[in-house]
Structures are given as C-alpha cells and as structure tokens.
C-alpha cells in the first residue's frame, strides 16, 4: 500500500435533511470530498443497527444494516414513496444533532408505507434471500418476535421460542410472516443502497474502513440463534462476562456485561463463526478494524453476578489459531489491529507474529513529558496505522482544553507548535509527516471549533453518537487545503496510482 491518509466519519454524522446522516447524496457527496481532498480512506463507525443508547457496538446483530441509515431517495426514485410524504416528517430542530427517537419514528412510519406499497412485488425475491442467508433468517425472526415481546430480551421469551424449539420456530415464522419480509425488505434496500455507495466510492479511489466490535450484545440475534458458541447458563444468561480490569483511569474496571465466547467449541468447528462474521464484514468495507484485538491475546472474564470489574481474572485468547485463520480465509480483505492501551507482551507478541499493523494515537503521545511514549510521532513505525484521536478521543480542538498543562507544553516544544500555523495544523502536521503508511484524521481536526463536535466520551451514558456536520462546511476551500497539507507530506497519490486502485477490489496495508 501506498503512503495515503483518510477521513474518520460516521455516517449519522453527515450533514442532511433527514435527521441523520444516510446512504444517499450526503454520503456521495463526502466521498466527492474526500477524493478532491486527496484522501484515500473513509474510516467509519459500524453499520449495525444500535442499542438503545444508540452505540453501534451493541447491536441487535453483527451482519444487519441499521435501518435509521436508509436513505429516502432510491424509494422515491421508483415510486415507493413521494417527497411530500418525506418532508412530512418532523426530523428534529437542530441540524448538527441527531434526534435518535424522532429520526427512527419518522423513518419506520416511511419504510412501513413503501413495504406496503412494493409488497407484493418484492414477496418472491425475499423467501429466496431468507432462505438462501441464514443470518437474515435469524434475524428477521428474531426482530419479529421482539416485537411480539414487547421489546424484551430474548432470554426472557418463553420457554419455547427462547431455546428456539423447532416447532415454536416453524409456528412463529408463519405467525410473524408479515413482519418477517418486512425485516428482509429492509436489509435487502440497505444491501443495495450500501453497495451503490462503496462502488461510487471505489470509482473515486476511495476505499472504506470499517469497525468490528471485538464482542456482540447479550441480547441479539447473533447469540440467540448461536447460543453454544457462547458461555452461557441454561436461562441464556452469560456464565461469565467480558471487561477490562481496574486502571489508571477506573478503580472498579469497566464491565462490558458482554458473554464470552466459547472458544473451545468454536475451535473444534474451525471457528466457523468467526469465518461467518468476517465474511459478512468483508461484504461492507473493504479494511477491518479489530475493536479490542488484545482479546484475541488474553481477555478479562468477569464472573456472573458481579456489578464490577474487579473480581475478574485474565484468560487466555484463541491467539493465532483464531488470527490465522481469519487471515488465511481473506487474504484480499486488510485488517488493523486495535492494540491501545497498557502494553502487555502477549499482545505485542501476537501482533507481531500476525503481522497486522497496529495503532497509534497523536494525542497520547506526550502524556509523558520524559519522552517515553511509543506514541511520539518519531517512534513511529510504518506497519502501523495513525491517528490523531479515534472516535472515543476528543477531536484536537476540544483536546486541547482538556489536556494536562504539561502534556500541551511537551507538544508545543516537541511539534514546535505555533500561533501563526495554528494548533490544529501543528498537530495535523505531526500526525502527517510520521512514517506511518496510513494517517487517519478525524474531520473535525479541519474545522473551526464552532463546527467542532464530539463523536463519543466513554463512561458516559448521554449525548454521544448524535454528533452532525453542520450543511456547507465541507468545502471546495477546505478540500484544497487538505489536499495540499497531503501533498506536502507525501501521502497523495498520483493518478497512475488512482486509477489502479478504482479498478481493484481491495488495497493491504
């Protein structure tokens, strides 16, 4: 791979009519953007549909598309909808935030109407793709039968339709038959409106990064309909849960509540599973980001029962007989590893073994004013790839506001921070010229603080993931800058190059 750098941006976060950043011309637009501004990834967050937190690592199902993302255009294109029945809707009063409740009540009153409309042309096509993708099957079933629920977890169903006894599965699928196609009709329209943008995106020689969580949701589909791949009780419930231990930053640990895997069961299958899910990520980006890879290496099991982290204890990972196998099953398909955090041997033995490259994050690197950090742009290697922040990490604006006096005056003397660069372009700067051969921006890195918003706080359970680009901030000025800050540092690619690489499927790192 070339030296490149790219753009992180979730797409709720693109600016819109609708409430929420979509798959239609904003998406389209952006990739535009990206591509006059020379850059040749777009990092985004997972597509999967989220909790009621609206984080999208907890999601009802690691291969579905989230609905909310949809756009309106293709179904007012071919007539399922018209744009007064669009404009109806009330997405909400502020264009830089999304209104999650408003947003999803107005999209699944619209999505409900073109279903009806395009039903009973759409019927024999869906039994074909339930039939043919077991995952869509489950899922359909299982949205279905939340909905007959009332919204409650699976493993409080009864008895039957929790442990997925045959009969009460062969009833409900006809009982819920109606709301099952409605599920299919919908993930069939994210299929095709996700790949008319990465073809769009590949044309322009931009490429998608995409995140995979490292655990699913205790409630999803993905454990109800695979419970043995997981350590579970008999009434569902995680026998042991995933987190992280007590630290520098939480005395209690965080407790993720997420079950662990089986992964003596999944080994005697060939992790099977495993090769399910990256295949189904390999249909969405085109570079994998491995959220929490250290879990592959050792993880922290919690016991049952626990309101904290603390009582947990380490347990060794699947290591390379789980890597291995990933990268042997999708040897076109690049992965980064998410390797941040307390170095721990295990983990550095088997990213290097693995051969992935690793992270590094700008605004850790002078958190130690003696220079020790392996973050320092000059420490750098290039089988890793660069970030200023990711999306749990303030964007630079804001960081410098909350960062310790000594670590902003190590960055000053270190990056030779100026007023007349600016402090944003500074650190830019020394995130660009590292010999890392991917650099990974986030946007609001460019823009002025006004327009300046954050994407996630960890620990904290309100106001994050609604974070919108305000309308007209992506410029023709601001791309040219862009550009021209990649041209001096060398990742800008030549057209030779842009050419090849909008006929390929994939690039490696």
């Known amino acids: 791979m070339d030296r490149s750098s790219g753009i992180l941006l979730p797409v709720s976060a693109l600016p819109g009519p609708c409430g929420i950043g979509d798959l239609g011309k904003a998406a ?19 597509l999967n549909p989220p909790d009621g937190a609206h984080s999208p690592y907890l999601s009802a199902s690691t291969f579905a598309g989230s609905t909310d993302l949809l756009s309106p255009e293709p179904f007012v294109a071919r007539g399922a909808l018209t744009l007064d029945e669009v404009r109806a809707i009330d997405w909400g009063s502020d264009p ?15 999505w409900d109407a073109a279903f009806a409309r395009e039903r009973d042309a759409v019927v024999p096509a869906l039994r074909a793709a339930l039939a043919a993708e077991p995952w869509l099957c489950d899922y359909c079933l299982y949205m279905a039968l939340k909905e007959e629920q009332g919204g409650a977890p699976w493993y409080a169903w009864p008895q039957p339709l929790r442990d997925r006894d045959a009969a009460a599965r062969a009833e409900a699928l ?26 769009y995106a590949h044309a322009h020689g931009v490429r998608i990064i995409g995140d995979l969580p490292m655990y699913v949701a205790p409630d999803s589909a ?17 026998s042991a849960a995933a987190g992280v231990p007590p630290d520098y930053f939480s005395a209690d640990g965080q407790l993720w509540g997420n079950p662990l895997y089986d992964y003596e069961a999944m080994k005697h299958d060939g992790f099977g599973w495993w090769i399910r899910r990256i295949d189904g990520a390999a249909r969405l980006y085109d570079v ?4 929490h890879f250290r879990g592959f290496a050792a ?26 196998v990933l990268t042997g099953w999708f040897p076109n398909l690049s992965f980064i590893a998410e390797d941040l955090g307390t170095p721990a041997p295990e983990v550095t033995a088997l990213l290097s073994v693995s051969g992935l490259p690793g992270m590094r994050v700008l605004e850790f690197a002078f958190d130690n004013p003696q220079g020790q950090s392996p973050y320092l742009p000059h420490r750098c290697i290039e089988n890793c790839v660069y970030y200023t922040g990711t999306h749990d990490n303030a964007p630079l604006s804001p960081w410098r506001s909350e960062a310790e006096p000594e670590a902003l005056t190590f960055a000053a003397q270190y990056l030779g921070l100026n007023p007349q660069e600016g402090f944003c372009a500074g650190m830019l700067r020394g995130g660009m010229m590292t ?42 000025e601001l791309a040219a800058h862009i550009r021209a800050v990649t041209a001096r540092y060398g990742r800008l690619p030549d057209c030779a190059a842009l050419k090849a690489a909008s006929s390929q499927p994939m690039l490696h790192l």
């Open 435 to 476: 010999s890392a051969k991917l650099f990974v921006s986030q946007i609001q890195d460019w823009l002025e603080p006004e327009d300046v918003g954050r994407i996630n706080t960890p620990g904290t359970a309100q106001g994050n993931w609604q974070f919108r680009l305000s309308p007209g901030v992506l410029s023709d």
């Open 96 to 110: 830089m935030r999304v209104d999650y409740d408003r947003v999803h009540a107005g999209r699944t009153a619209l």
């Open 222 to 238: 993905d454990v109800w309909a695979q419970p043995a791949q997981f350590c579970l009780d008999p009434d569902g419930q995680p």
């Open 174 to 199: 006809e009982r819920l038959d109606d709301r099952v196609l409605l599920h299919a009709y919908l993930q069939t329209e994210f299929t095709r409106q996700w790949d008319a943008v990465r073809a």
């Open 299 to 324: 993880y922290w099991a919690v016991p049952y029962g626990e309101t904290t982290a603390k009582n947990g204890h380490w347990m060794p990972g699947p290591g390379m007989d789980l890597v291995g």
């Open 28 to 46: 389209r637009d952006f990739i535009d953007f990206l591509a006059a501004a020379g850059q040749r990834y777009w990092q985004i967050l997972p």
């Open 288 to 291: 994998v980001r491995i959220d």
